[in-house]
């Protein structure tokens, strides 16, 4: 159970992930602050939701045509959120950490009447009648949405240049990719054009943009989140997943995203986790594998630089030297593209659909 004053101690444990030295009082952009910084000075009734969200509207408004995260902002609605939850506040009604915080969606994710396209000109006047449970939760859990996010198309690729809205671009430097297929959701998360993302993982696809953009994704444990109404990829591989700045922040998401859905078969009951409190958790005790054969071979000298520094960090972290392991071979992905060609099958006979690719 977890009210206001138990929160805010909570919360403070959060702090030692954050990496901006600003206080929060003295953020001048609203949009710099995390969500950890946004969810106490909301909780505590020094910062409305309505004045965070249209401080990321007007950062949209100013990034998008630069960095085209977004296939759909939703401005009208996100404001209509964001006084209903500032009225309730007023009245003593906080649902919360998540109260007031606005986030953005990866557009293969269902929300009634927006339209949801996987970024596919096949699917361009696709408007769900029902939301996916793992938006419903999320809103229930008093997020505000700011819009729909950009992805390589279907979800098939790593580039998320593959769209029917145009190439989405990696915020650091916009003549790069900024991966996928949640090329969007990371570049969203990068830009500071939302406070959270949620994106979807098959192979890579939260994990890769994510490395790209230098934000935190979380691939979590499958089924552990709702995927019904999500264009899925495959279902037996397939997860939804939160990207955001930091361990915390995406501590504060998992913590109202997990959950068993029962309509959705491969969703699984799990172990009831406190992951706010986990953040004042030590490292300690946790082993680290270091892959062996080719795993780390044709590194760019960089990333293997970096690499080393990290390995570095957590052995000191863990208090215990890594130790080596040999992978198993890849999987045999038949099943996958088997579970994809059956959802995409009416799309593929529809001789309609075949001129320009």
Not at 52 to 66: H, K, M, S
Request: proline residues 7%; charged residues 15%.
């Amino acid at each position: 159970m977890i009210n206001r004053r138990n929160f805010i101690s909570r919360s403070m444990a959060a702090t030692i992930f954050l990496k901006s030295g600003a206080g929060m009082a003295q953020a001048q952009d609203l949009t710099e602050l995390s969500l950890v910084e946004a969810s106490a000075l909301i909780s505590q009734g020094s910062l409305s939701p309505g004045d965070l969200t249209r401080a990321y509207l007007d950062r949209i408004e100013r990034l998008q045509p630069l960095v085209n995260a977004y296939i759909t902002v939703t401005a009208d609605l996100a404001m209509a959120q964001a006084e209903q939850l500032q009225t309730e506040l007023e009245n003593g009604q906080w649902r919360g950490p998540l109260h007031g915080i606005p986030i953005a969606l990866k557009d293969n994710i269902d929300t009634a009447g927006i339209a949801t396209t996987a970024a596919s000109p096949l699917l361009t006047e696709r408007i769900p009648e029902q939301d996916a449970p793992i938006y419903m939760r999320l809103r229930e859990a008093g997020c505000i949405l700011l819009g729909k996010l950009n992805m390589h198309e279907f979800a098939w690729g790593g580039t998320s240049a593959i769209t029917q809205f145009g190439p989405v671009h990696n915020p650091w430097n916009l003549d790069h990719i900024p991966g996928g297929s949640s090329g969007g959701s990371a570049a969203a998360m990068a830009a500071r054009l939302c406070l959270a993302a949620l994106g979807t993982d098959t192979l890579a696809s939260i994990r890769l943009p994510a490395a790209y953009c230098g934000v935190t994704g979380l691939k979590p444990s499958h089924g552990l989140s709702s995927i019904r109404s999500i264009i899925p990829v495959a279902e037996s591989l397939d997860h939804v997943g939160p990207l955001c700045r930091s361990v915390a922040d995406t501590a504060y998401m998992l913590q109202a995203m997990k959950g068993f859905d029962p309509l959705d078969p491969v969703s699984i009951q799990s172990p009831e986790t406190d992951y706010l409190s986990a953040l004042a958790e030590t490292a300690e005790g946790l082993r680290i594998g270091l892959p062996t054969g080719d795993y780390f071979q044709r590194l760019h000298p960089d990333v293997a630089s970096a690499t080393d520094k990290a390995l570095d960090t957590l052995t000191t972290l863990t208090s215990m030297a890594p130790k080596e392991i040999t992978l198993p071979e890849p999987p045999n992905f038949a099943p996958l593209l088997a579970e994809s060609a059956a959802w995409h099958e009416s799309l593929l006979d529809d001789e309609g659909n075949h001129s320009g690719y």
